[in-house]
């Protein structure tokens, strides 16, 4: 066998099991003579499970190991596909193969950085297109492809953007929302940091098609590995003309900047994280007056989450039907869905619309990691519902996970085994909302505690039936009382744990358990 | 704070008002230069970009990041959000309190969230990211 070359995926989440002493590792066999590779740090494939995996090119295709220790390496270069961790094909995979990988086809496969890779594996197709295209045209096919905003709240993008290009101003912007504060997802981290020009390409054909010539990309601070990828990017695509003055040789103009958040869940609210970018506190403003009209400095602003702005170049490369025709009802395309947690095979799946819960958490998690069955689930964030294991076969897609109750939000799945206090789940609900308040609603700053107090009530035992009834109100004044999602949303992890697991909250006074 | 540091912080300021939206910036610079945003930082700030005190001060402490006291030497931020929470986060943490309690040179932070959930529990040692840590492995990074 002729090795040519190593991947070895310099992806935070892989780093922080070892992927870095891993590729340590192989440049030590490197340098003493004892293996003749060349070493490629790629982004993850999502298979977070086999993390850190190493991959090794042959004729056949690249031949997995995992997950490797820095102590493996010199046996897996010796032994090759006869070393007790190879994985086999890492493209036949069960877990990989079966997926539909749009977005995140080349994530993990090519060198992040090197923008020769990318066009090699189809970048800039899109954009190259975009550039001969009538403004009009680029938001047409966006809307016939049916994309909704991938960043919770699932509008259509087209829509959007048409707001934007139909505004009338000095100056346009795109803002990409890169503050993924949900519990649970990561997809926008490891698209920055295993495909960050897609999300740039993305961005450059969002410009085009309203008329803005300025971006930026606000990314979480609990990120700096992804920020300062996609920082170097940013000034790669620049030197190579994908940004900046003349963009590909078009005499078009689109200039980009990554700016960090500042650690506050709510700056992903699209106006808070539009008065962060000026300065301010992230405070949420009020609608009317949509960002899309009066967003950035006043101007007509595109916001977009990460996934869906680089979900776009493949709509103009590979046209829109293509894109459509993926997908359920009203949820069109691919949905990169995030499994964590308590479980068995963790990691990014990405899918047409329609799979089950079931087969998400059950085939491809293969249960917990604890090995304890599985009790519950909370899709969609912290503002996500908790799900009983009796309402597995909802199809992933908006419309089926909004009827009953819920929401797929940005696509984030975390697992729980029997051990979880659903009680406990319903009072951090409370809690988080507390903490991440942006201080504007009374009911969102103010109920919010009251709704930990009381739990705690109902958890000591202490009136319990009154005290369910005083959260069931609490929950209907942050509902019908706030100004934006973090308090009008709070009450769907509450009151589903309290829905599907009301046995959690018939607690016995504790005098009498004595 | 010394003049020295005061004249740094201006310097820092300086360089970065002509950002749109600069004050942000302004105090991630301050914050990551001494770890901490004195007080005293807020009417330097203050008067380059031409804001009020008030308004420095509002934007300093409403996000979680800005650090107002010097850190300490290790600072653990340790993730608390749901997919840490299904594999123990709150009983790591009540484990790390009592481990490193007051008086050693390291703080444990809480996080919500850091995107590696499905490597949970999960925390930022000194910035770096580690995944499905335990009381031990914590223990282990910031005693070294
Ligand atoms: C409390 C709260 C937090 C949010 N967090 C995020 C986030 O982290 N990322 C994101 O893209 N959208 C987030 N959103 C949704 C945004 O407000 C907005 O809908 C989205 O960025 C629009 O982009 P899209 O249409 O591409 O989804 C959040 C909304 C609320 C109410
Ligand atoms: S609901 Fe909460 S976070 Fe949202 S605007 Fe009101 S106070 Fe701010
Ligand atoms: S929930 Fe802990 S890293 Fe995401």
Redesign the pocket.
């Known amino acids: 066998m002729t090795i040519r070359c190593v991947y070895i995926p310099a992806d935070a989440a892989a780093l922080s099991v070892g992927a870095g002493d891993v590729a340590r590792a192989v440049e030590a066999e490197v340098a003493a003579g004892r293996a003749d590779v060349s070493i490629v740090r790629t982004g993850s494939r999502g298979l977070f499970w086999l993390e850190p995996l190493l991959e090794i090119e042959t004729p056949e295709g690249r031949l997995g190991f995992g997950p490797v220790t820095a102590e493996d390496v010199t046996g897996i270069l010796a032994a090759g596909a006869d070393h007790p961790l190879c994985v086999g094909l890492v493209e036949e995979i069960p877990w990989l193969k079966s997926q539909q990988r749009v977005t995140f086809a080349r994530c993990g496969v090519i060198d992040p950085l090197s923008l020769s890779d990318y066009e090699a594996h189809g970048g800039l197709k899109g954009l190259r297109r975009a550039l001969d295209m009538a403004p009009d045209d680029i938001v047409a096919a966006v809307t016939a492809s049916g994309l909704?905003?991938?960043?919770?709240?699932?509008?259509p993008?087209g829509i959007?953007w048409r707001t934007v290009a139909g505004a009338t101003a000095d100056r346009k912007y795109v803002v990409c929302?890169?503050?993924?504060?949900?519990s649970g997802t990561f997809a926008?981290r490891m698209l920055m940091e295993g495909d960050p020009f897609l999300l740039i390409e993305g961005m450059v054909i969002a410009g085009l098609a309203v008329g803005a010539t300025k971006g930026f990309v606000y990314v979480?601070s609990e990120y700096p590995h992804a920020f300062r990828k996609l920082r170097k990017a940013i000034g790669i695509a620049q030197a190579a003309g994908m940004l900046g003055r003349n963009i590909l040789g078009s005499g078009r103009r689109f200039d980009l900047e990554a700016r960090l958040g500042a650690g506050a869940?709510?700056c992903?609210?699209?106006?808070s994280?539009l008065e962060s970018l000026e300065g301010k506190r992230g405070q949420v403003r009020p609608k009317p007056p949509l960002p899309a009209l009066h967003g950035l400095f006043g101007r007509p602003t595109v916001?977009?989450?990460?996934?869906?702005?680089a979900a776009v170049p493949t709509i103009l490369a590979e046209g829109a039907e293509y894109y459509r025709d993926l997908g359920v009802g009203r949820s069109r395309g691919t949905m990169p869905i995030q499994l964590a947690g308590n479980v068995r095979r963790g990691g990014l799946i990405e899918r047409a619309f329609g799979l089950t819960l079931r087969e998400i958490v059950e085939d491809y998690g293969g249960g917990t990691r604890t090995g304890r069955p599985v009790r519950a689930v909370q899709v969609g964030g912290p503002?996500g519902a908790y799900w009983p294991t009796s309402l597995f076969d909802t199809p992933f897609d908006y419309e089926a996970f909004a009827s009953r109750g819920g929401m797929i939000g940005?696509g984030g799945v975390v697992v729980f085994d029997d051990s979880v206090d659903l009680l406990r789940q319903a009072r951090f609900a409370f809690a988080f909302c507390a903490f991440?308040s942006c201080g504007k609603c009374t009911p969102c700053r103010i109920g919010s505690t009251r709704g930990v107090e009381t739990m705690d009530r109902i958890a000591r035992g202490d009136r319990v039936a009154d005290n369910l009834a005083l959260v069931r109100d609490l929950c209907e004044v942050l509902r019908d009382g706030s100004l934006?999602?973090?308090g009008?949303?709070t009450h769907v992890p509450v009151l589903s744990a309290l829905d599907h697991f009301p046995e959690d909250f018939d607690r016995q006074p504790a005098v009498a358990a004595e | 704070m010394s003049e020295l540091d005061a004249a740094e912080v201006r310097e820092i300021a300086e360089a970065l008002r002509s950002l749109d939206g600069a004050l942000l910036p302004i105090l991630h610079a301050i914050n990551d230069r001494f770890g901490y945003v004195d007080e005293a930082a807020v009417p330097i700030i203050a008067d380059v970009l031409n804001l009020s005190r008030a308004e420095v001060h509002g934007v300093l402490t409403f996000y979680h990041d800005f650090r107002r006291e010097p850190a300490k030497r290790h600072i653990v931020r340790l993730c608390r959000a749901e997919a840490c929470q299904s594999l123990g986060a709150d009983r790591l943490a009540e484990e790390l309190d009592a481990a490193l309690g007051t008086g050693t040179d390291a703080t444990v932070e809480t996080v919500y969230c850091l995107g590696n959930c499905a490597l949970s529990p999960a925390a930022l040692v000194d910035g770096k990211l580690y995944g499905r840590v335990t009381t031990d492995s914590v223990l282990a990074l910031v005693r070294r």
């Open positions: 909704r905003g991938r960043g919770g709240a699932g509008f993008t959007k929302n890169a503050d993924e504060g949900d926008d979480r869940y709510i992903g609210e699209e106006t994280l916001v977009n989450n990460v996934l869906s702005l503002l940005h991440e934006c999602a973090l009008g949303l």
